[in-house]
């Protein structure tokens, strides 16, 4: 069954991630992403990078990879990408 949340973004055309507190995530290229509405750091390590989520735990795997800026809900990696999956 679709939640109101869900259905109230859907009918108002208000992006999911505004409304539902779901994770954001732009990658551009290879060398960077960001990610925006997650709710913590678990693992942070040059080749890996572990955050909590709303959804579960997303996990970027890389090569010298580095947090280039951090607010509170947002947050922006350099480095090689090479891998993001998503678990619970």
């Known amino acids: ?3 109101i949340k869900k259905k109230f973004s859907r009918m108002l055309d208000i992006p ?3 409304v539902l ?3 954001y995530i732009t990658v551009t290229g290879r060398e960077q992403l ?3 509405n997650f ?3 678990l ?3 040059p ?3 572990k955050l909590k989520t709303s959804i579960g735990i997303i996990e970027i795997k890389g090569n010298k990879m580095n947090i280039k800026s951090m607010s509170d809900k947002s947050m922006t990696i350099n480095g090689t ?3 993001v999956e998503f678990s619970e």
């Open 1 to 3: 069954m679709e939640s």
């Open 16 to 18: 999911q991630e505004s």
């Open 21 to 23: 507190n779901v994770p």
């Open 43 to 45: 693992e942070y390590l």
């Open 39 to 41: 709710g913590g750091i």
């Open 81 to 83: 990408i090479l891998c």
């Open 47 to 49: 080749d890996n990078i």
């Open 34 to 36: 960001s990610i925006e």
